[in-house]
């Protein structure tokens, strides 16, 4: 019989979260791994079978998370407009107060091809699918109490703004001019 775990899979999947965030899956070593999480080489294969695996289950994390705190501000009371400029407002002292600029785990998921597969693939379109209901939601709500305007559809105003979003998103990584950055947000709201 093997010897009892003596860690947290937890504690481990969110030490891994935070180096593919950091590096992206392709230049994380195992070695890396290895040493954020304080697992010999063993151990965390035989926790999780592969890097791959690992990637997977930190993706899943940084969903529960980070992308469900932000479901969650959406949800809150208040004006439509106000909680979508407070939503772009947010990543925006987010990624500025990031030294390593990490920007959003699940973005970077989707446009780094080394570890991108179906599955990897499948996990950002739900996070991506769960953000575009909850604006969609929104809007639908400033629409019928007519803080917003009813000339296009919701999903449409929806999948605008969530591509307004996930633009911030990418310029705030490459970025210091946050005036640059709060023009998106306010172009954004404004095109609400």
Not at 137 to 163: H, K, M, N, W, Y
Request: with cysteine; charged share 25%.
């Amino acid at each position: 019989m093997g010897r009892p775990r003596e860690f947290s899979d937890e504690a481990v999947v969110d030490a891994a979260m935070e180096v593919f965030w950091e590096k992206g899956y392709e230049a994380t070593s195992t070695q890396d791994l290895c040493a954020r999480t304080g697992l010999g080489r063993g151990s965390l294969y035989n926790a999780f079978g592969s890097k791959h695996r690992l990637y997977e289950e930190a993706i899943r994390r940084y969903a529960a998370t980070r992308a469900d705190a932000q479901l969650a501000m959406l949800a809150e009371p208040g004006s439509v407009r106000e909680r979508l400029r407070d939503l772009m407002l947010g990543v925006i002292d987010a990624d500025m107060a990031d030294p390593g600029r990490r920007g959003c785990l699940a973005l970077n998921a989707a446009t780094e091809a080394g570890g991108r597969t179906e599955a990897v693939a499948g996990l950002v379109r739900r996070q991506f699918a769960d953000l575009e209901q909850a604006l969609c939601r929104l809007v639908e709500i400033g629409q019928s109490t007519g803080e917003l305007s009813r000339g296009r559809p919701p999903l449409q105003v929806a999948r605008a703004f969530q591509s307004a979003y996930y633009g911030l998103r990418v310029l705030a990584k490459v970025t210091d001019d946050r005036n640059a950055l709060l023009d998106v947000v306010e172009g954004a709201v404004a095109a609400l």
